[in-house]
């Protein structure tokens, strides 16, 4: 595995060195709410250029975050999935989305799902949870959220 | 203020566009864990330099997440304080510490706080955002944590 350069030991330091920039989180998101796991589906985050999302991707393999494997419903093509490592940052992308829905100025936030983050936190989480470990795990692609 | 360019209208992609980088959530577990509120002492955080560490509390301040004041106890110093919003930021910072603590090989996470974390999460991080919001309020520092 390629190493990361440590800043130091500290927990918070370490998760940053991994995934402490602007796309990293991004493409989770797309992965935990969108379930785009495809390479050409996830070119359609934020303008995200092919060799950053490659360079990201490849990062995510690496620490055990992410797992590709062959699609089984079209075997020329390679599907993402989260190891239990990514499902676990959860949590972290959901107190983003509930920081941003609730502090930023012209976020297009949906309020109904907005409402529940902020009054039922820890249910939504696990619902979200339960479903990427179902979806995830067995390698086929779930086509309704 | 300075606008940051916005990637979309989406509260994740918005608030990455703030604090989706290697070192502003390090800064921000300055103020919460260690009571660093100095520029003096921000230093400190893992080897920054000081054209980053005062273009992130730039940026941190020009988005209201902390204010300056002329430090009470020198007043040729300033001191750091969260705003409401910058205070709105610490369960995101709790489970980023969270996901290190229980992830990464080699981390130094302190064994108790890490377990009270993964039992009483809610806990935690109400006595911390309590205890911030008293410390950051009146303008004193804190001096045992």
Redesign the interface.
Known sequence: MKQIER????????????F????T??IL?DFIFFNNRHFNELVTV??ISTNILADRLNRLLENDIVKKEVDRNNKSSYLYSLTE?GI??I???I??????????D????NSEFKNEVNSNF?KVTSEIVDRIKTTHNNGNRCTSL
Chains 1, 2 share one sequence.
């Open positions: 800043r130091s030991d500290c927990p918070i330091s370490l998760s940053l060195d991994i402490g920039d602007k796309w989180l991004l998101r934020e303008k490592k676990d940052l949590p972290i992308v107190e983003i989305y509930k920081w941003g829905a609730n502090n930023i012209g976020n297009n936030a820890n």
